[in-house]
């Protein structure tokens, strides 16, 4: 199985953690499985910085999620998430129960992980490091090694990724990912959007 990610799936993540840097965040991947199991990550949903456990708002949220990629000819093909403390890149139980139910339902799926002491690190990260995908191999989740690399199973479509990221942080551009716990507090506020930053 290989992974290509595009520019919008890779900065999601990191944008919604910079925004809300001392809370778990969490979000849905989307994109295309193909026939051989290989996946394109090409955007992203951000769901949470209050409610990260299982919950009914996580269902309401996947069945939304589920119609708008149905909209856009996409699936859902993965979960993100930036933990809580500096160092945590754990792969959280409720990480793993809603990542198997995203690989049943797309045949594969891919995880990431936020490396936050990463994300003030942006011009330095040359091995890739600010996010750690995580792949179902042998009966479990594991980390994929050197990860947007050239020779990795997981690699990013757009040269200049790393590029257009710093720019949207120069830009501060974190600031107009709105996540569902934003739009149930304010119905007004978009978080669909958030897939086209």
């Known amino acids: 199985m290989s992974?290509?990610?595009?520019?919008?799936?890779?900065?999601?993540?990191?944008?919604?953690?910079?925004?809300?840097?001392?809370a778990l965040v969490?979000?849905?991947?989307?994109?295309?499985?193909?026939?051989?199991?290989?996946?394109?990550?090409?955007?992203?949903?951000?769901?949470?910085?209050?409610?990260?456990?299982?919950?009914?708002?996580?269902?309401?949220?996947?069945?939304?999620?589920?119609l708008y990629a149905s909209k856009k000819k996409l699936k859902i093909v993965g979960w993100y998430q930036a933990n809580a403390g500096l160092k945590d890149t754990t792969l959280h139980e409720?990480?793993?129960?809603?990542?198997d139910v995203i690989r049943r339902n797309s045949g594969e799926a891919v995880v990431f992980i936020v490396n936050n002491e990463k994300l003030g690190q942006l011009n330095d990260d040359k091995d890739g490091s600010i996010i750690l995908p995580y792949?179902?191999?042998?009966?479990?989740?594991?980390?994929?090694?050197?990860?947007?690399?050239k020779d990795s199973k997981v690699t990013l479509t757009y040269h200049e990724t790393y590029a257009k990221v710093r720019g949207m942080f120069s830009s501060a551009s974190y600031n107009r990912v709105i996540?569902?716990?934003?739009?149930?507090?304010?119905?007004?506020k978009d978080w669909l959007s958030t897939s086209d930053l």
């Open 135 to 149: 792949i179902y191999s042998e009966g479990q989740w594991r980390g994929v090694k050197q990860p947007f690399t």
């Open 26 to 66: 969490c979000g849905l991947l989307l994109g295309e499985v193909n026939s051989n199991g290989n996946i394109n990550v090409k955007t992203g949903l951000s769901l949470f910085h209050h409610w990260t456990s299982m919950t009914p708002m996580l269902e309401v949220a996947l069945q939304k999620a589920e």
């Open 3 to 22: 992974i290509t990610v595009g520019p919008d799936a890779f900065s999601l993540p990191l944008l919604h953690a910079a925004k809300y840097p001392d």
């Open 94 to 99: 409720n990480v793993v129960r809603v990542a």
């Open 179 to 188: 996540d569902f716990d934003e739009h149930l507090e304010d119905v007004s």
